[in-house]
């Protein structure tokens, strides 16, 4: 305890304050000297490292890819835990249709098809297996830089389609084990990362905009070919988050890597080198030996 002086009119009177009073006191007043530190210091570094992207032309759209690639991976890692580390189906092709239970529906392409433009098949829960973990929100789905349409699309009076990820195609149940290369992994559980850490294992990207179709992303690891292509949408760079959590951005390095959109069929697979280090890049972070 301590005593406070308490003036009147004969004088001054101690007054005894409890410890527990001076705390709550404390409280009240607000920030202590440490705290408003602390608080400015973190706005300083957060000013810092936001800087250099805000700068950048395109710099806003590429926190908004950041931020939906964040968010899209916790959905992915809450759906596992509420599951019993079973992770979400990611199926491909015929099978990506109503009826069959996937983290995302749609077949996307240049022609006026519904599904370039539904976003039902994104966050409802009848049809998407992810929404119940990601929310009513198409925007989620989209990068802001893919602004990407044809000419019959732009008559109808589109702005955009509906999704710009994909899902590493080895990542999820419904995919055969050697459908991207015999003897790699096909992981249906987080239990199933071996000699590949989740820290290492990809789980969306930004797909180029003549490649995208489906909601799984091919990486061909019997071949050195680009099966699906990804996309450069942040000056030469695209997100990728992975399987813990977190998002990192890649700069292309190959000339093959960059291709340019030609609002147009996708001619692949495109042949590449085993030695292409984007090509390794992705191969190394998609999946591991059985």
């Known amino acids: ?19 527990r009073r001076r705390r709550e006191v404390a409280t009240v007043r607000g920030f202590t000297r440490v705290e408003l530190i602390v608080v400015l210091t973190t706005a300083a570094l957060l000013v810092t490292v936001l800087r250099p992207v805000w700068a950048v032309p395109g710099g806003a759209r590429t926190v908004v890819c950041l931020d939906n690639h964040r968010r899209l991976a916790a959905g992915w890692l809450v759906y596992a835990a509420d599951h019993r580390g079973r992770l979400v189906p990611n199926l491909h092709g015929g099978a990506v249709q109503p009826g069959n239970a996937n983290w995302a529906l749609g077949w996307l392409d240049w022609t006026v098809s519904s599904n370039n433009t539904n976003a039902a098949y994104l966050v409802e829960a009848r049809y998407a297996a992810l929404a119940p973990y990601v929310g009513p929100i198409p925007s989620l789905f989209k990068c802001p830089a893919d602004e990407y349409l044809s000419p019959t699309q732009r008559a109808r009076g589109w702005t955009a389609r509906v999704r710009s990820y994909a899902m590493n195609g080895n990542l999820g149940p419904g995919n055969s084990k050697d459908l991207f290369g015999p003897g790699y992994a096909v992981y249906e559980s987080l239990n199933d990362f071996r000699r590949l850490p989740p820290s290492q294992a990809f789980v969306f990207v930004e797909e180029h905009p ?9 990486v061909n690891l019997g071949q050195a070919a680009w099966t699906d292509m990804p996309a450069a949408f942040h000056d030469g760079a695209a997100w990728f988050s992975f399987a813990d959590g977190h998002v990192e951005l890649r700069h292309w390095q190959s000339a093959r890597t960059l291709l340019p959109v ?10 590449t080198t085993a030695s292409d280090p984007d090509y390794a890049w992705l191969k190394a972070r998609t999946s591991e030996r059985r």
């Open 210 to 218: 003549d490649s995208i179709n489906d909601p799984c992303f091919f």
């Open 1 to 19: 305890m301590t005593c406070e002086p308490r003036h009147g009119g004969q004088g001054t009177v101690p007054r005894v304050v409890s410890s």
């Open 262 to 271: 030609k609002v147009g069929p996708y001619s692949g697979p495109i042949l």
